[in-house]
């Protein structure tokens, strides 16, 4: 089964950046489109990031222009570079397979990303 394990959130000043990285293992996942999704306190899940097997990359309205999806298909990585960050992006933040949240049933432990003066 695969597994995820996301690392580099901490504390971000506001107008800051982040680079978060997401390890996973098992060998499918070179064919399938990945996200990003962040959970802020007594808020839902929502994807933030996606991108393609081919490098397609789409974004939720609020990280547009400041987040930037990659990935490295020969090292089963992601990657998530968050610019110009905001108070409000403060969550946990967790990668998986770029699908319909409810038909996701295994997350990692995400990373928490504090955004805060």
């Known amino acids: 089964q695969v597994q995820f394990v996301e690392s580099g959130g901490g504390l971000g000043q506001p107008g800051g950046s982040l680079r978060l990285s997401c390890a996973a293992s098992g060998s499918i996942f070179s064919l399938y489109a990945m996200g990003w999704y962040r959970q802020a306190p007594g808020k839902q899940r929502e994807l933030v990031a996606g991108?393609?097997?081919?490098?397609?990359?789409n974004y939720a309205d609020p990280v547009k222009g400041r987040f930037t999806i990659s990935r490295d298909n020969t090292k089963n990585l992601v990657y998530l570079q968050m610019n110009s960050l905001k108070p409000e992006d403060t969550a946990v933040y967790y990668c998986?397979?770029?699908?319909?949240?409810?038909?996701?049933?295994?997350w990692g432990q995400g990373t928490q990303v504090t955004v805060s003066s």
């Open positions: 998986n397979y770029k699908r319909a949240i409810a038909t996701i049933t295994y």
């Open positions: 991108i393609t097997v081919g490098g397609i990359t």
